[in-house]
């Protein structure tokens, strides 16, 4: 009978671990089944949306005020500086000689090439007055046109500048002291450069202001031409030649 007893306990052991076997199989295929069934779900039931692209940051360009107007090369010869009320006193930086024969007018060359001006003109609001002489101006170079040769008595003219004294007493009339103008032209007549100051807008309109005696009108920096007053300062020490 005890045998027996134990017998049907063995045989109950192992049904129940049949059974347990049996439960947790099917447990496991079930949920391997509701995961599939899940992942299909979240696969097929879900369409996902298209990742939005993050546009880039957009630049804001810095604001600037109107472009300046940018003088093109000067391929001419220009008036640069104009001396034309002569100090005669020591109150207006010393004697310099007198109106009319010691008035001069410096002429700057900022071409690529030398050009002899013989046989060119400088001008003021009523005549001109020629150049005689060969008178090669070199690129970078300056030269300085005077009715008088005692006109380099009165100033430091450096090495290499061309001086041309026009054995005349005035350029044209003699330049007026309150406003007139000063041309250049070429040996055909064509005007190559020309200036104005006061109230004479023959070349500029408004005209460079009048200077007072002794001062000069030069150009600042040297050849700038842009057609316009503002290429010229007030020279309270005027420099021929450089």
């Known amino acids: 009978m005890t045998k027996i007893k134990y017998l049907l306990i063995l045989l109950f052991a192992l049904a129940c671990g049949f059974t347990g076997y049996k439960i947790t199989h099917s447990y496991f295929t079930d949920t391997e089944k509701v995961l599939g069934n899940s992942i299909q779900v979240g696969t097929w039931g879900i369409t996902p949306s298209p990742e939005t692209p993050t546009p880039s940051p957009t630049e804001t360009p810095i604001p600037t005020g109107p472009a300046s107007p940018t003088p093109s090369p000067t391929n001419h010869l220009v008036i640069n500086e104009v001396y034309y009320d002569v100090c005669s006193k020591d109150n207006c930086g010393g004697n310099k ?112 202001p009048d200077v007072v005696e002794g001062h000069s009108l030069e150009r600042n920096p040297v050849g700038k031409d842009t057609d316009t007053a503002g290429d010229f300062v007030d020279r309270s020490s005027p420099t021929p030649g450089s």
């Open 97 to 208: 000689g007198s109106d009319g024969k010691n008035e001069w007018v410096e002429i700057y060359n900022p071409t690529s090439n030398p050009i002899d001006i013989f046989g060119w003109k400088i001008c003021d609001n009523t005549g001109c007055e020629t150049v005689s002489s060969s008178s090669a101006i070199l690129t970078g170079g300056f030269a300085i046109i005077t009715p008088q040769s005692d006109t380099w008595n009165y100033w430091s003219i450096p090495a290499g500048v061309v001086k041309i004294s026009l054995g005349t007493s005035n350029i044209g009339s003699g330049l007026n002291n309150d406003s007139d103008r000063v041309i250049l032209k070429d040996k055909n007549g064509n005007i190559v450069d020309q200036m104005s100051y006061g109230i004479d807008t023959t070349a500029f309109n408004p005209a460079c």
